[in-house]
């Protein structure tokens, strides 16, 4: 590892230190449940793990992973966490490992706990990459997302978060250069949502999926329950040295990491067609697909029922 990137651990503390003095003892409570905010989980590759939880004003919103990628001529920054405070502690946890400029921050999709970190960045001056599809679906949930987080979280948790569209739109691959190190970018037909993106390092095999990954955390759905098999059928096929999820570990092992969602996946969508062929009503199947999942999931009462519901809407007009 190059000096830059090497730094003192003192020096990474008070880093640490000073982004922290203006946060909100909520955001200071999730800072501190990680150590170094970020962990490193393959050479020049961070990754922050957010919690399996509700956004609230205790956690402030620090639900989701988010990382960073370190390369010979600057950084790119891989989803902003859940709020601008959340993201100030992003970027301070790049200024502890590295002073290269932040060339790019990558949102994976447009969910808020994934580019409400976004402002943070702004001084930077970076380009903001997304899916070609991103823009128009945040601008138009952008109000909502912003009213119903802003209530969640405590005043001071929220302060300066605000809503940073993409400002160089991927259509189908890009190609990222970092010097030294090359990331490929990958927008995904309909799956989790419309506007889901990869990101794949090529010096150390490393892919950041997004929410298209789950572990632990029950899967949400916003997308198509059609294609998000069959987009995982087609990455398990993809070699990997790591993957990074939205919810769940830093770091995975592919294509191992996506038996369980397959396996919840293809259950719900089972269990909803059976009960769509039966004549059922959409109540009933909400209230009865997938439940054999219940034990394997953290939040499942949270946002299986939506899950069955969106799943019914599409698979009734098959």
Not at 190 to 201: E, K, M, P, S, Y
Request: neutral net charge; charged residues 20%.
């Amino acid at each position: 590892m190059t000096q830059s990137i090497a730094r003192p651990r003192a020096l990474a503390f008070l880093c640490a230190a000073l982004a922290l003095l203006n946060s909100p003892p909520t955001v200071l409570v999730a800072a501190r449940a990680g150590a170094d905010f970020a962990v490193e989980i393959a050479p020049g590759v961070f990754v922050h793990q957010g919690r399996h939880a509700l956004v609230s004003p205790e956690n402030g919103g620090d639900i989701s992973n988010c990382g960073f990628v370190v390369g010979k001529n600057g950084v790119a920054v891989v989803d902003t966490c859940g709020s601008a405070k959340l993201g100030g502690l992003l970027r301070a946890a790049v200024r502890a490992v590295t002073d290269r400029p932040i060339r790019y921050v990558i949102n994976t999709h447009m969910h808020p706990d994934h580019v409400f970190g976004n402002a943070a960045f702004a001084d930077d001056a970076p380009a903001f990459v997304a899916h070609a599809k991103l823009a128009r679906g945040l601008a138009a949930r952008s109000q909502r997302y912003l009213a119903v987080n802003e209530q969640l979280m405590s005043e001071a948790a929220f302060a300066g978060t605000r809503i940073v569209l993409p400002t160089l739109a991927v259509e189908d691959h890009t190609t990222l250069d970092l010097g030294g190190r090359t990331l490929e970018l990958e927008a995904q037909d309909t799956a989790h949502t419309d506007n889901d993106l990869t990101i794949r390092d090529n010096a150390t095999g490393t892919v950041f999926l997004g929410d298209l990954l789950f572990a632990e955390h029950v899967p949400t759905l916003d997308g198509s329950i059609r294609g998000w098999i069959s987009l995982m059928k087609r990455l398990t096929r993809q070699p990997a040295q790591r993957v990074v999820p939205g919810h769940g570990p830093p770091s995975m092992p592919w294509p191992a990491a996506a038996k369980a969602l397959e396996r919840y996946l293809d259950r719900v969508a089972g269990d909803v067609r059976r009960q769509i062929k039966d004549g059922r009503t959409l109540a009933e199947a909400a209230a009865t697909a997938g439940v054999s999942e219940k034990g394997a999931w953290l939040l499942f009462e949270d946002y299986h029922a939506r899950n069955v519901t969106a799943a019914f809407a599409e698979l009734e007009w098959e």
